[in-house]
Structures are given as C-alpha cells and as structure tokens.
C-alpha cells in the first residue's frame, strides 16, 4: 500500500503537463510528510452478579475497562487540489488527500481494569498492564468548498467533505500487575501477541473555510468543521479466546491552518512550500458484544473456584464509549499547473 501511494504521487506531475493549457480549472499537487500524534481509546462499563463473605452473601459489582491505543506516528501522504480560475463568476475547490503511517509509535498501549460501586461511591483497579504496539494507519480525505463573499484578499466559504480513517493495531507482548488472592499485587509478563484492535471512523462533516491571499507568494486558510461521527471497532483478545465489537456514533469537532509559500509566479509549473497544521476530537458511544470462540477458565476471586466460559458465549448489550484525539503537523513540496 505505502508503495502504491508513492508511485500514484508521482502521476499527477507527469499526466498533467501535456494538457494544462486545456484545463478550465488550476490544478495543485503535492506530497507531504507528517507527524501524527494522539490516541484512540474505548471504555465499556458492565455490571455483575458476586459474592462477597466466603460465597454467603451476593452484591451487584461494576466492572470497567479502559484500552488506550497511541497513534504517535510519522505519516507520508499525497494531496490534490483543483480550484475554479482567479475571475471566475464561482469560486470553488474539490480536493483529495490521502495518508499513510510510515513506522509505529514509540508509545505503549494501555490496558486498565477497575471493580467499581455501581451507585458511584468507589472503584478499585486491580490490573494494569503495557503492550508495544504495531499500527497500520490510513487516512483519506474528499472536501469541496463554495465561495460565500469574496474580496481581492480575503475569501470566506461554506465546506462539506467526508474522511475515512481506518486504523489497525497490533499489540505484542505484555507488563504489568493485577490483584491476586489477598489482594496481593502480582506482577505479570508475556512476549506473544496479545491483542488485534482495528477501528474504522466514517466522518461526514460541514463548516467553513476562510482564504488569506496577501500577495502572488503566500496564502494562508484557517478551517473549522463538524461532522456525525459513525464508528465500528473489533477488538480480539487473542490470550483469552474472545472478540469484542461495537458500533457506534457521535460527533467530531475539526480544524486546520494551512500556509503557502510559491517559488515561481510565472510558468506553466509553479513549486510551492506547503505547511499544516490539523487537529480532531472525536467521541462516540453504544453498545458492545463480546463472543467467546474457545474456553476460558479464570478463578473465582471470592470462592477460589475455576469456573469456564466456553466458547460460544455471547453477552451483548456492554455500555460503550470511544473517544480519539488527533493532532497532525507537516511539511510539502508540490506543484500548481
């Protein structure tokens, strides 16, 4: 894939030339590298049934578990922009972007565990636990925008765009501590793969955009939108023989500022120095499932009995909640036709 993008970068450059004097529309093309940095994480929240007192007495308990997944991350990307001629009777642009991650973050995923009093009164976290983290990211991005006033200068306009933001994980090994029996606190550790997470965010989304355009050499946009945010996730937990999905919807707040710099003010290829700045913040909230596909034993933390979940167990309807911040700043190199 990372391969793909690099070879399609290139053909905007050379499929253009031969036609621009034909083209009704301007045309920019430009490769990009990015860094990424933020996370993506989820909290479910499902009550039980235990017994306290040797297995005399039953109480209803809480149970919450927070997954937190870095997003740290150096990206390469390519961006395409056409836009109406300077004096058109519309002023318009439709543009496409598309990123790729490069290497995987330096941070740890995170894996927190608490028993919490369901009427809200105190919580205990009794594991915790650290996994390194391989990640597969792709982002695309299709935007148009539609002059609302215009001035030689400044230029304010509606938006409308939709992204996709797909983002795998892949978590191996595993440090930390959880609770044992007396309320000891054991340390635990493993090098196999722990756990595969994918999450895929489909991002609708209007605002605005206002254009600062001082002189031929620099421009400058700030952009702000929001969209309805529809999320899915599948979370496998490889050790325990269980999948975990949800889907999910809710809102995002988004923006950028963006400078350019051109080199050339005449010719029929100009080069331009690019920069961005971009950053969402997302949530969404719903219901999971989770579905055993082998036997799980684990012990009775009250009685001292293994007890089994076999494999074709299914509990739906865990409360659900995701929420992903992302900062993203750059640099690029490209070229107006």
Do not use: C
Not at 266 to 287: C, E, L, M, N, Y
Request: glycine content about 10%; hydrophobic content about 40%; charged content about 20%.
């Amino acid at each position: 894939m990372k391969r793909i993008l690099v070879a399609v970068s290139i053909l905007p450059f050379l499929a253009v030339l031969p036609v621009r004097a034909e083209m009704s529309f301007d045309l920019q093309a430009w490769p990009s590298l990015m860094f990424n940095s933020g996370s993506t994480d989820y909290t479910i929240e499902a009550l039980s049934w235990g017994t306290t007192n040797g297995g005399a007495d039953t109480v209803l308990i809480g149970i919450r578990s927070k997954l937190e997944f870095p997003i740290d991350a150096p990206l390469t990307g390519l961006d395409i922009e056409a836009s109406s001629k300077p004096g058109a009777e519309k002023a318009w642009t439709i543009s496409l972007g598309a990123l790729l991650n490069v290497d995987d973050p330096d941070k740890m995923m995170e894996d927190h565990d608490w028993l919490f009093d369901p009427n809200g009164y105190e919580s205990f976290k009794f594991s915790w636990t650290e996994s390194r983290t391989k990640i597969d990211y792709l982002h695309l991005r299709l935007e148009a925008t539609l002059a609302l006033i215009r001035s030689p200068v400044v230029q304010v306009a509606a938006v409308a765009g939709f992204h996709y933001n797909r983002i795998e994980f892949d978590m191996i090994g595993y440090d930390g501590w959880q609770v044992g029996d007396d309320f000891q606190v054991i340390d635990v550790h493993g090098t196999q793969r722990a756990l595969y997470y994918k999450a895929i965010y489909k991002l609708p989304q209007i605002g605005a955009r206002m254009k600062v355009t001082p002189g031929w050499q620099t421009q400058m946009a700030l952009q702000l939108t929001i969209g309805r945010l529809l999320a899915s996730d599948l979370d496998d937990h490889l050790l325990r023989g269980k999948t975990a999905e949800a889907s999910t919807s809710g809102w995002a707040f988004l923006g950028h500022v963006s400078g350019r710099l051109m080199l050339s003010e005449k010719g029929s290829t100009r080069p331009f120095i690019s920069g961005r700045a971009g950053w969402v913040t997302q949530s969404a909230s719903g219901h999971q499932t989770q579905r055993w596909y082998k036997d799980e034993e684990y012990e009775d933390p009250d009685t001292g009995e293994v007890r089994i979940v076999r494999a074709g167990t299914v509990i739906s309807g865990i409360d659900y909640e995701t929420t992903a911040q992302q900062l993203r700043i750059g640099l690029g190199v490209g070229i107006a036709f």
